[in-house]
C-alpha cells in the first residue's frame, strides 16, 4: 500500500534545501505515480535554487529518476503498468505541482518513460533521461539527421565538443548508433572514455593546435555539423574555425552563446519544451554564466513557449531509448553513488556547483531496491 507521506529535498531559500516530509503525489491524467529507487543530479538542480527560479519556494528538487511503477492515472496506454522498471526525468524545483526526483516517489508523463531493462542497475538507469534526451533534441530537433534506427547508408563526420560531459557522452554513443563517424574534445584523462563508447577520434580541447589536428583529420571530408555540448564562448569560437567557411554548416547548442561565424547556423534547444505543457513557457538570461528560467512577464532574449510538435519529438525518443537499451547498445554515465541517501544532499548540490563533477554522476539511492 502506497504510503500518504513520503521523504524529499525540498526547496527552502536561495541555494538551500531540507529533506523534509511531504504528501505523495496523486497521478493525473495521462500520468504514472513512480517509486523512486534511484536519482540522479544535473547541474540545473543547483542552477534552479537560485533567486526568481519556480513558483513555489518549497519545490521538490530533481530531475532525473529510476524506479518502478507504483500505479497509473486515467488515460494512461495499457502498455505501462504497476511493477514496471522505469526511468524518467520532469521538470525539477519548479512548483508543488510538477514535484521532483529526490523523493521517495514521483509523479511523471507516463508517455515520456523509459523502460528499464534488468540488466541496468536503478543507480546506473537514474543518469539517462535527463541527459540523454538532451543529446537527442541537440540531434534531431532542427536537423534532420541519420538516427539510430535509420542509420546513415554513407558515413560523415559530426564534431562533438566537451564529449565527456553527460550530455557529450550519449551524443558520442547515439551519432555513432546512428551510423556515423564521431570526432570529440575531451580532457585527456577522458579520452579512453570517449573511445570506450564509440569515438573515432579524440582530441584535447586545450591544445592550442585542437583546431588544426581535427581538420588534419578530417581531410578531404570536411565537417559541416558540430553538436557544441559545452556551449560556451570559449567552445563556440574553435568549432567555427573547424567548420571554416563552407556555407551551410550548422551547430546545435545546449546553452544560449553566440556563435561568432555569421555564416553558421546555430540553435538552443531548451529541453523543457519537450514536456510540451499547455501555455508553460520560460525566458532564459545569462546572469554570470548561469542560465536562468523564469515566467513569461520577466522578458529575455530567449522565449521558448510550449509546442505540440516537441511534445511528439518526445515521445519518440522514450520509444527509442526504449528499444537501444533492450538491445543493450548504449552505456549510462559513469556514477558516483553518494552514501546516506538524500539526506547529504545540500553538500553534494553545493559540490557540484563548485564545479567539482567530472565525467561521472552524483546519484542517490533513495528506496532499498526490489529483487530484480
Known sequence: ???????????????????????????????ALVKVFAAAQNPCDWMKLKDGWGESPESVC????????????????????????????????????????????????????????????????STLCFAAFTACQALWQNQNLPTPLEPAKTSFPILVWGGAG??????????KLSGLQVITT??????????????????DYKDPEVVSKIKSFCGDQ????????????????????CLGDREGAYVALVMPVQVPAKHIKSDFSLIYTLLGKVGLSFCVRFF????????????????????????????????????????????????????????????????????????HRIVYSINESPAS
Open 222 to 241: 570536411e565537417l559541416s555539423v558540430a553538436i557544441d555540448c559545452a556551449s560556451l564562448p570559449e567552445s563556440v569560437l574553435p568549432i567555427s574555425q
Open 288 to 359: 554570470s554564466d548561469v542560465i536562468k528560467f523564469s515566467k513569461p512577464q520577466t522578458k529575455g532574449p530567449y522565449e521558448y513557449p510550449a509546442e505540440a510538435k516537441h511534445y511528439e519529438l518526445a515521445k519518440s525518443f522514450a520509444k527509442m531509448f526504449s528499444q537501444i537499451l533492450k538491445e543493450d547498445k548504449i552505456q549510462a554515465n559513469p556514477t558516483r553513488v553518494v552514501p546516506n541517501g538524500l539526506a547529504d544532499a545540500q553538500s553534494w548540490i553545493d559540490y557540484q556547483e563548485q564545479g567539482k563533477v567530472r565525467a
Open 1 to 31: 500500500m502506497t504510503p500518504s507521506s513520503m521523504k524529499a529535498v525540498v526547496k527552502t531559500g536561495t541555494g538551500k534545501v531540507e529533506v523534509k516530509s511531504v504528501k505523495v503525489p496523486q497521478p493525473g491524467r495521462g500520468q
Open 166 to 175: 553527460a550530455v557529450g557522452q550519449y551524443v558520442v554513443q547515439l551519432i
Open 62 to 125: 530533481g530531475h532525473d529518476f529510476a524506479g518502478v511503477i507504483e500505479r497509473v492515472g486515467p488515460d494512461v496506454s495499457p502498455e505501462r503498468k504497476a511493477g514496471q522498471r522505469v526511468a524518467g526525468w520532469l521538470d525539477g524545483c519548479w512548483s508543488a505541482e510538477d514535484g521532483g526526483a529526490f523523493a521517495e516517489y514521483t509523479v511523471v508523463d507516463a508517455s515520456l518513460l523509459v523502460d528499464l531493462p534488468d540488466s541496468i542497475s536503478f543507480e546506473s538507469g
Open 186 to 203: 575531451a580532457s585527456p584523462q577522458n579520452h579512453e572514455l570517449m573511445k570506450k563508447i564509440g569515438a573515432d577520434a579524440v582530441f
